[in-house]
């Protein structure tokens, strides 16, 4: 699976989310966009508002 910081995660994916719509990684990993160690999407959280009001 690739592993994409938030940063190019929105490049790629056109995607207009903040860092909080994501799930990120605990520990570092090597982005494959932009070759820095940080921390990489997972996955996506859940949008709308029956998921909005979970906690």
Known sequence: MAEFCAD???IF???GDTEGGYVL???LYLCEGCAQLKRV???EKPRGWFFSTWK
Request: include cysteine; glycine fraction near 0%.
């Open 8 to 10: 190019c995660w929105k």
């Open 13 to 15: 994916f056109a995607s």
């Open 25 to 27: 990684s605990k520990t």
């Open 41 to 43: 999407v997972i996955e």
